[in-house]
């Protein structure tokens, strides 16, 4: 039963209407991968500070970093606008890893010359990009998986970072002391210590952090008392894979049931179910562009898939087939995106693949 007042309920129509048609999306630039085989699964993608640096990161042992105007500049050659480039072209430059990464994040208050990394080995390594060299190394989670490594903003303390893994926990460090030295411990699930897949600080600079656990649920703590959550969203039905703040009011999270969620911060209330894309078994990736609150995310059909906040449906997917079609046959999925943050009518989606291959959307809001 409707209990919506009809001005509401006109209200909410007119906001799905526009989400459907607000934004003009199109594939701009494919770059090609260096392997023919899985070897080169895409798992993590960043903007750097300036937002005109890509870097991306997978079991390939590499970082690789991209100048974004100089893909978007490319020259088209396949006639339907589209540019196509070599990854060994278009990649600026590389720093080989010791281990396979999952996640990078560039700390902020660096200048954009410090990222860090979270690898398969359960270290957590920071690198100098003008050195090329790694400059700070943890390795607390006793050789489990790092599936997430952030910074917080709060209090100007941005040098503060966290790294979640399949160790059940969430620990919160300073790169600024020695290893041995830990801010803080997070179980999330107790005693089931149910990985820890996503971890991630408000970017506005509020004192919150959310965790995504494999446990079905995500929490968000206060960094100042980080004993008990302060919430616990329940609600998916699988592995809670991502989790994104939209602002310091919301959070999105992503899981392997197949749906992103919006939920309030203040009281943990579901307020918006998201679905459309696949996604049963892989991380496929989850990004926030919070100027224009859209969501994008992966899909194991390798599609890119994008949300307005304000309707549970796509309002846009790459490609041509029907939403949710599977071709079966193929494994290969998208396993990683990444909104720039800059402009407002403008945006940028960067999204990579389990094949190695990277690809770059723009949209502008329509007229």
Known sequence: MNTLHPHKQQQEQEQEDQAKYEWDLSLSTVVSSSSSSASDVIGAIEFDPTDNIVATAGISRKIRFYGLPSLLRTNAVSGTGVSFVDQATACEYYICTPAKLSSLRWRPGS???????????????????????????????????????????????????????????????????????????????????????????????????????????????????????????QGHTKTVSYVRFLDGGMVVTAGTDGCLKLWSVEDGRVIRTYEGHVNNRNFVGLSVWRNGALFGCGSENNRVFVYDRRWGKPVWVDGFEPVGMNSGSDKRFVSSVCWRQSGVDQCTLVAGGSDGVLQVYVGKRKP
């Open 111 to 233: 200048g954009g010359r410090v990222i860090g990394s979270g690898d398969y080995d359960g270290v957590v390594t920071e690198y100098d990009l003008e050195k090329r060299t790694p400059v700070f190394e943890r390795d607390e989670h006793g050789g489990r998986r790092v599936w997430s490594v952030d910074y917080t903003r709060h209090g100007g303390a941005s040098a503060v970072g966290a790294s979640g893994s399949d160790d059940g926990t969430m620990q919160v460090w300073d790169p600024r002391c020695p290893p041995e030295e830990s801010v803080g411990v997070v179980r999330p699930s107790g005693i089931c210590r149910s990985a820890v897949c996503c971890v991630e600080f408000d970017p506005s600079g509020g004192p919150a952090v959310a965790v995504g656990c494999a446990d079905r649920k995500g929490y968000v703590y206060d960094i100042r008392k980080l004993v008990d959550p302060a919430l616990t969203l």
